[in-house]
């Protein structure tokens, strides 16, 4: 049995008031709850403060390069079926650099838990635009305000047929732990979007502007997929939190014939088993 | 003089010379003759000018060459273009109903290709009623290619039929105009040969050497490597997985890799270049990795399906900061086979990036080889076991040889495995610390000592104390080693050192031999002499001469032996 003390770990370089703490302790919460064992959870990460937790929870790692967390995620599932799969990054590593890959990797549905922490704007390079930041936002690169619309995380996942879409907010940990647990639990790629403030680079999302107008919708058949768009679609004075859809289809593990049975990465070999494969050319 | 037959099969794209030199060179190979098959083809699945040699030698052919015995033309093009190496005592195959011969060519045979196939039902067959010519002129028996057309159509109803009536009737059109006017050269007794290409070699060598996962993105000359390792994977338990582009290749790659399985990714120049951070990653995580560059003429798209050995250097300093690696190549079918398994031998013990050089002319290239050992064929994971390893386990222990004890995600009860691509700690932890980043950068490249101890010193082919030595590396080896043979016959005391392993360049045997060589070359695909660069830079020690070529094409014997005439 694990306390949910039992997966933190490291000394932690966020800043104060930063919503990484709340998912970081929400996490172990959940983890702890559905009684995983740290050796058989894989975080993957790309870079960015948010994918500093890998470091900050007591699992294994693999904290990788900028926008790369969901590539080695995927390879791991091959590797390793057993594996707990959750890939943690910010807006900037899962919506910006690692776009084509969020793409791909919902088209795919791995069965891997995506959690974003989505504070609309990059921190660890001190505060540009993110692909989430609002229109007007203003920075030091984006210094007459940010131009473009921005990206819709939540309506791009439901266009793509996504299993299993959600946001949450720092602020609702509870609903926050819930909606992690079912994600992990999810059999498929499970996108969760997780609003957090960033209190030193973003002085306009901050928690209190997203308390002011996160809302629980009623949800009332979690597989209408024109409903889910509908509520993915609602952003400014209400933020709908829930979990938009739900709705599993047939994973990417699943149409692999060569992971049936044990773990490929604890099968033994002998080369020699394979040495008919040359009769096909004589 | 050696007997042999010399046959090119032309037309345009998509017109099947691939399925007449298929059928009838594994039926030779199956007779027992020896040969190699080269393919010079367009960037285009249509229209174009596309080629194939097939040249059938005593003993072990090991380059095309430019003369023509039999000229299968399935367009005019084909014969404007190769008549003038045709021989004089050659042959035409062409089809009267497709385009006529000039009136003074008097090598034609005339066999009505679509028309045939069409009565035999369906043109497609046109390829089959070619091969049937070809048997005739080269006076052999059909038996062999029917016994093959009936396991390539096992399941396919009427087809064999079908085939074997196109195929007869090449035949009996051919016999009326020429039969067995060409020497077919003595057979190989020596046991049964495999008819293989350079990618399917190296697809098997990753099945034999344990390889689970193939991620990667189709890109010529190293797509038949993906093709190949796809259509096992119905058989075996490997899995393929097509990226979405080449950044997600090798990081899906080394996930797999970390989580336990022997993973490689495949590509040429331009893939390549985007899996460079990649590349840096494995470095810095200690990840084993197989990559496999197939190189073909740069720079950004050049010539896709032409050769070239210009991505040597890259090869070697690819990816950002200093990090320990090795550089295999293929030189042979024969050889790559082993090489490749070294390739994922070295990755594993060294936990470090392993790039495996290929390129169009080895990739694309069939010979007739012995059979693979698979006895030879080694697998050792080197992991941490259970009891061998310090608790709490961390994955970047310091030790003397540089090389931590590698423990699997899940392996262990209560041990968790974490790597970082930020600088490190012994556990993983993301430092800064001036001191620790010393300790663990001196870690990493400590195991380049280890790895320069296991690279091979190159191949030493014929006079053992040579006055001209040729320097190669990599899918020049069968052409240098035919130029060898031709220029010892003429009296010459000539060698070739050859590398299969170059980095960490082995520098004994050059530190022996050059030196003491009156004359000496180096011989490469590429405009710079890359190769030769790297040589100076490591023992201080210049080639004479560089033989360069970039057009796009393999070197043939020819030229090499002319360039050394006019050198020595």
């Known amino acids: 049995m694990y306390k949910a003390e039992d997966y933190l770990a490291g000394e932690i370089a966020w800043c104060p008031g930063c919503g990484n703490f709340s998912i970081r302790e929400t996490l172990s919460e959940a983890l702890a709850e559905l009684e995983l064992a740290p050796h058989d959870i894989l975080i993957c990460s790309g870079i960015g403060q948010a994918a500093k937790i890998a470091h900050y ?59 974003v922490h989505n504070n609309q704007i990059y921190g660890l390079t001190k505060g540009q635009a993110s692909p989430t930041s609002d229109q007007g936002m203003e920075t030091g690169v984006q210094v007459e305000g940010v131009s473009v619309p921005p990206l819709n995380p939540l309506s791009l996942a439901l266009a793509l047929n996504a299993g299993f879409v959600a946001r949450c907010f720092t602020g609702e940990k509870e609903h926050l732990r819930e909606t992690m647990k079912a994600a992990i639990n999810f059999e498929g790629y499970a996108l969760v979007d997780i609003l957090q403030p960033c209190p030193s680079f973003n002085k306009v999302n901050t928690h209190g502007w997203y308390k002011n107008r996160v809302y629980f919708p009623e949800i009332e058949d979690p597989q209408d997929w024109s409903a889910a768009m509908e509520l993915s679609r609602q952003w400014g004075d209400k933020i709908p939190l829930g979990i938009f859809y739900n709705k599993p289809r047939s994973t990417f593990e699943a149409s692999l014939g060569a992971l049936e049975g044990e773990p490929l990465a604890f099968r033994s070999f002998d080369p020699q088993s394979v040495a008919g494969a040359q009769d096909e050319f004589f | 003089m050696k007997m042999e037959v010399n046959i090119v099969v032309g037309g345009a794209a998509g017109q099947g010379m691939d399925t007449v030199m298929n059928l009838l060179g594994k039926a030779l190979v199956r007779e027992g003759y020896g040969l190699i098959y080269s393919k010079d083809y367009m960037s285009r699945v249509r229209g174009g000018h596309n080629f194939s040699r097939l040249r059938i030698a005593e003993g072990k052919p090991w380059s095309p060459v430019e003369s023509i015995d039999v000229l299968v033309a399935l367009n005019e093009e084909t014969y404007e273009i190769h008549h003038e190496n045709l021989d004089s005592s050659g042959k035409v195959i062409f089809d009267p109903g497709e385009f006529s011969l000039p009136e003074e060519e008097s090598r034609g045979i005339p066999v009505e290709l679509e028309d045939l196939a069409k009565e035999a039902g369906g043109k497609v067959m046109a390829n089959t009623v070619a091969v049937g010519a070809l048997l005739v002129l080269l006076g052999l028996e059909s038996g062999t290619v029917e016994e093959l057309l009936k396991e390539t159509f096992a399941d396919k109803e009427g087809m064999v039929e079908k085939n074997i009536k196109a195929l007869k009737a090449g035949m009996d059109t051919a016999s009326r105009h020429c039969s067995a006017c060409f020497s077919m050269p003595q057979k190989d007794e020596d046991g049964k040969k495999l008819f293989i290409d350079g990618n399917q070699v190296l697809g098997m060598a990753a099945l034999a050497s344990g390889c689970r996962f193939l991620s990667a993105y189709p890109m010529t000359p190293s797509t038949g490597v993906m093709n190949y390792l796809a259509a096992k994977s119905r058989d075996y338990p490997v899995v393929v997985e097509q990226a979405e582009d080449e950044i997600a290749a090798i990081n899906m790659a080394l996930g797999a890799s970390y989580a336990g399985v022997r993973a490689m990714t495949s590509t040429s120049g331009g893939g390549f270049s985007l899996m460079v951070e990649g590349l840096s990653l494995a470095g810095m995580i200690e990840q084993p990795l197989v990559i496999i560059l197939a190189m073909r003429p740069g720079p950004a798209t050049g010539l896709p399906t ?31 086979f082993y090489r490749l398994n070294k390739a994922f031998e070295l990755a594993d013990r060294y936990q470090t990036p392993v790039i495996f050089l290929s390129d169009q002319n080895y990739a694309d290239t069939h010979r007739s080889v012995e059979p693979f050992d698979f006895s030879r064929v080694s697998y050792n994971r080197h992991l941490a076991e259970e009891g061998q390893y310090e608790k709490p386990y961390k994955r970047y222990r310091v030790t003397e040889s540089g090389i931590s004890p590698r423990a699997l995600p899940g392996q262990f009860e209560d041990e968790v495995v974490l790597v970082d691509s930020d600088e490190h700690d012994e556990k993983g932890n993301i430092i800064e610390g001036a001191e620790q980043r010393t300790t663990m950068v001196d870690k990493r490249m400590r195991k380049l000592a280890g790895l320069a101890g296991e690279m091979d010193e190159p191949d030493l082919y014929g006079e053992p104390n040579p006055a001209t030595l040729l320097i190669g590396f990599g899918s020049t080896y069968g052409v240098l080693r035919e130029a060898v043979d031709a220029l010892s016959e003429s009296g010459m005391k000539i060698a070739m050192l050859h590398f299969s392993d170059i980095w960490p360049l082995p520098v004994k045997r050059l530190n022996e031999m050059l030196a003491d060589a009156e004359k000496s070359f180096c011989v490469e695909n590429n405009s710079t002499g890359q190769f030769a660069s790297i040589i100076r830079r490591e023992t201080g020690l210049s080639t004479d001469h560089l033989i360069l070529k970039y057009n796009g094409r393999p070197f043939t014997a020819r030229e090499i032996i002319a360039e050394v005439e006019n050198n020595v």
């Open chain 2, 306 to 336: 032409r050769t070239e050995q210009g991505d040597l250097e890259y090869a070697i300093h690819s990816g950002h900061g200093e990090f320990p690696r090795a550089v295999l190549a293929a030189s042979s079918h024969e050889d790559a």
């Open chain 1, 57 to 115: 929870i007591n699992a294994n790692g693999f904290n990788g390069l900028h926008g790369r967390a969901l590539p080695p995620a995927l390879g791991a599932r091959v590797a390793n079926k057993n594996l707990k799969v959750i890939v943690e990054s910010g807006d900037g590593d899962s919506y910006g650099e690692g776009g084509n890959h969020l793409i791909h990797n919902i088209r795919r549905n791995p069965d891997i838990a995506h959690f």
